[in-house]
């Protein structure tokens, strides 16, 4: 609904099309008039707000495997009773292991022989998307500030990737649509998930150590970004994810949240909400 502001002495009528004083054209009112003030000085002249002015705020989210320490326990989960041959994997041919092994042995071995990869030791310092993680998701979003006021956004541009887990395998990556939301007039909520499962050359041997449903790691992401003075700020309202692996999250290059992992037995332990992902 237009509001419209006159000075009767004037003559002088302005109509703004929204709360945040924009003009039918889109452009700030180059004046509002006023009545004449209690003092009799004059009319007053309001300033109009200064220009939009657009700033990007660039976010990146990465889950990454910073070796193992802790291994955690499985109390005597069953397994699949078969040890995956590397050599016969790719042939979907696993070879029995005789005799079994207990269940505390078989994930002590899993965590010794997955230390022996580089892609168990992780530990990236920069937002890059370089290939030094196991899930990447980054949202770019523009939002247009005139004052302590974000006018609009653009539509976010988004980024995934998923980390070598050897030469030339990668796991799976997926993220939501980030779901933009305005709170109020200074400032909007931007929240994303993403999530990914190892290649399926490699479940077998996750499931000699213990039958599992939870095979997907995931981090989930939720920002506010205010305007205040014409700038933008930004609050991390929360970054959840599965209790293993590592994640980090930066903003505009930036890092502000650092999340060490759990036990390497939490990637067997199933998230309440859903079975398929690893719980937090």
């Known amino acids: 609904m237009a509001v419209t502001f006159s000075d ?16 039918a054209n889109g452009r700030p009112p180059l004046s509002v008039v006023t009545p004449l003030d209690e003092s009799g000085g004059g ?35 069953p397994g699949s009773g078969t040890f995956p041959n590397l050599l016969s994997t790719f042939g979907n041919l696993p070879v029995p292991l005789a005799p079994p092994l207990p269940t505390a042995q078989r994930l002590s071995l899993f965590a010794g022989v997955s230390n022996l990869s580089p892609a168990f030791h992780q530990n990236p310092r920069t937002p890059a998307m370089d290939g030094s993680y196991r899930l990447f998701t980054r949202v770019l979003i523009g939002v247009n500030i005139s004052g302590n006021t974000i006018i609009n956004w653009t539509t976010p541009t988004t980024f995934m990737d998923a980390g070598q887990e050897a030469p030339f395998i990668s796991g799976t990556i997926n993220m939501t649509a980030p779901v933009v939301t305005r709170i109020n007039a200074s400032t909007i909520d931007v929240w994303w998930k993403g999530w990914g499962h190892p290649n399926n050359v490699f479940e077998p041997a996750f499931q000699y150590v213990a ?8 981090h989930q992401v939720d920002v506010h970004i205010s305007a205040s003075g014409g700038a933008p700020s ?13 994640r980090r999250l930066w903003i505009n290059g930036i890092r502000v949240k650092n999340i060490a992992q759990g036990a390497l037995s939490d990637l067997w332990q199933p998230d309440p909400t859903n079975p398929w992902w690893v719980a937090q």
Do not use: C, Q
Not at 17 to 22: A, I, V
């Open 234 to 246: 930004t609050t991390v309202m929360s970054f959840l994810g599965s209790a293993f692996p590592s």
């Open 8 to 23: 009767p002495s004037s003559g002088v009528s302005i109509a703004l099309t929204d709360e945040y004083g924009l003009t």
């Open 211 to 218: 039958l599992r449903t939870s095979t997907n790691i995931w």
């Open 43 to 77: 009319p007053l002249v309001v300033a109009p707000p200064p220009p939009p002015k657009l700033y990007i705020i660039d976010m990146v989210a990465k889950s990454f495997i910073n070796g193992i320490s802790a291994i955690g326990n499985l109390n005597g989960r």
